[in-house]
């Protein structure tokens, strides 16, 4: 499995975008890459996945390195509902057996 | 609200009680997970059923014991459990292998499990 390396905290103001990175220099060719959140008190949140291409959903923007060995999760515009800790995670198309790294708490701030 | 239903949501047990955590999805899913998450941590995989068979045990001492009667639900039955067993237990699922494309798990909102 493929080992992500995240800042443990971050801080963004309320209405501005939050860009959360990753690094995952170790990523094999069929590893997409997921992101999670985890809101206190709740179980992890879906957020975006991504395997080469640039993504956006509803919730936020997912930036792929070409070489994708990193990528970005892009939260347009905080709220303080956003504030979580944000998991980024490399998983193959056939396993199904997920690492939860360490995350990154962001915290959005008034 | 989460379309993965665990309960109870809180659970005190002393250390040689049995009880048992439930979990149940109606999403047609057929993988379903355990995991267990200590305080300030990320969670951590115990179990992995997938059709209804454990497909992975990530050496977890056997006073865990999962079941998984049927498709839709998945049960954690605990027994004799020790003090560092107090933790939140979170169960997952999604739509399983060979969909032929990437799936996200959707999960619970867990159990709070405190051993006395």
């Known amino acids: 499995d493929a080992k992500t390396t995240q800042p443990p905290s971050m801080d963004c103001a309320e209405g501005r975008a939050a860009n959360l990175p990753c690094n995952h220099s170790?990523?094999?060719?069929?590893?997409?890459v997921y992101w999670y959140r985890q809101i206190h008190s709740q179980g992890p949140q879906y957020i975006i996945h991504?395997?080469?291409n640039n993504e956006t959903n509803e919730m936020a923007s997912l930036i792929i390195t070409e070489d994708r060995k990193s990528s970005t999760l892009i939260l347009p515009h905080a709220t303080l509902r956003d504030t979580a800790v944000y998991y980024c995670?490399?998983?193959?198309?056939?396993?199904?057996?997920?690492?939860f790294g360490a995350g990154t708490r962001l915290t959005v701030k008034p | 609200d989460t379309e993965v239903t665990q309960t109870p949501k809180h659970l005190v047990m002393g250390m040689t009680n049995k009880k048992s955590l439930k979990c149940e999805q109606h999403?047609?899913?057929?993988?379903m997970y355990w995991y267990k998450q200590k305080a300030k941590k990320p969670p951590e995989l115990m179990f992995v059923?997938?059709?209804?068979?454990?497909?992975i045990n990530e050496s977890v001492p056997s006073r865990f014991s999962p079941e998984c009667p049927n498709s839709s639900l998945l049960n954690l039955h605990l027994h004799a459990l020790q003090p560092e067993d107090s933790a939140l237990y979170l169960c997952?699922?999604?739509?399983?292998?060979?969909?032929?494309?990437?799936?996200?798990?959707?999960f619970g909102d867990g159990t709070r499990l405190s051993i006395l």
């Open positions: 997952a699922s999604s739509q399983g292998e060979g969909t032929g494309y990437s799936q996200p798990q959707h």
């Open positions: 170790t990523i094999s060719g069929n590893e997409y």
């Open positions: 991504g395997l080469k």
């Open positions: 995670i490399p998983q193959s198309l056939n396993n199904n057996d997920m690492r």
């Open positions: 999403m047609g899913h057929r993988a």
């Open positions: 059923y997938s059709y209804e068979k454990l497909s």
